[in-house]
């Protein structure tokens, strides 16, 4: 549904709303693992990220920065930023805006392989170092399945807050509520603990992508709702929808319209390919 909507999306710059979104990254783009071929250097970005994702996922969170990295920023950190003092050359000067960024505690977590143990967790799986130099296919896919949906989640955040900031800044307990509404729409308990739980193990932990329509159908009415109070929203999404004698033909409706609307709207806003969910590849 999502990746359809991109393709029917209009991709015309003029329809981009500018200054309103920070152009940076909250998390790498996935071509930065993808596009890696030296062995060494695909051990030390993934054990880099690996060391301090954890703490960047809570820093998002809990006390979003005002800017993020671009996605040089992110490959120069995930070379390994050095913490010696360095003159003060072009790239020198970027990393420094790097550091300024991520903060002293994520450049401090991710120095490379220097002193490092021979297994990190990730997931709740202990993960050899030595294998990320020529990891397993299935890491790989987990690694960026979960980058998608850690890109699509706070995309959606931060799409949220700008376009109705009301519900963030009234009081404490509407956005209690709110922020529950969007937590809801993924699967797990909510805030970080979606993140710290182990890799779906079957398609009841996929959310938005279950295959079951059953199964995603409370995920899509919140996202619906959630999608039902942004500006120019269709009138439909304000409605739950249901299964009716196991037709599924209504909720395919509403879904792609939220999806169309969801995706057109973060591109006019983001001025660029947002981040999307995608199926999981079960181990």
Request: aromatic share 14%; with cysteine; net charge negative.
């Amino acid at each position: 549904m999502f990746a359809a909507a991109w393709r029917e999306a209009g991709k015309n710059l003029q329809r981009v709303s500018s200054s309103l979104m920070d152009p940076g990254y909250r998390f790498l783009k996935l071509t930065l693992f993808v596009n890696v071929s030296m062995p060494e250097r695909k051990k030390i970005y993934l054990f880099n990220w690996l060391s301090a994702h954890a703490l960047w996922i809570s820093q998002v969170d809990l006390h979003s920065p005002s800017r993020f990295p671009s996605p040089q920023m992110w490959r120069d950190f995930l070379n390994t930023i050095d913490t010696d003092p360095l003159p003060l050359t072009q790239t020198a000067l970027r990393k420094l805006a790097v550091w300024d960024i991520l903060g002293e505690g994520i450049i401090n977590l991710a120095q490379g392989l220097a002193g490092a143990m021979e297994e990190i967790t990730w997931q709740g799986m202990q993960v050899k170092i030595l294998s990320l130099s020529n990891p397993p296919l299935w890491f790989i896919q987990s690694l960026l399945w979960e980058l998608y949906e850690l890109n699509f989640c706070y995309e959606l955040y931060v799409l949220d807050q700008a376009l109705i900031p009301n519900p963030w800044t009234s009081s404490d307990e509407m956005w209690l509520t709110h922020q529950t509404l969007l937590y809801s729409i993924f699967p797990g308990e909510s805030s970080l603990v979606m993140w710290s739980e182990s890799l779906p193990q079957d398609s009841h932990k996929l959310g938005l992508c279950a295959t079951d329509v059953l199964t995603a159908l409370p995920y899509i009415n919140k996202f619906c709702h959630l999608l039902s109070m942004w500006p120019g929203a269709p009138a439909h999404l304000q409605y739950l929808v249901k299964m009716k004698d196991q037709d599924d033909r209504e909720v395919y409706v509403v879904f792609s319209l939220a999806c169309r609307f969801y995706v057109q709207t973060a591109f006019d806003f983001l001025g660029q390919q947002p981040s999307l969910p995608c199926m999981f590849q079960f181990i």
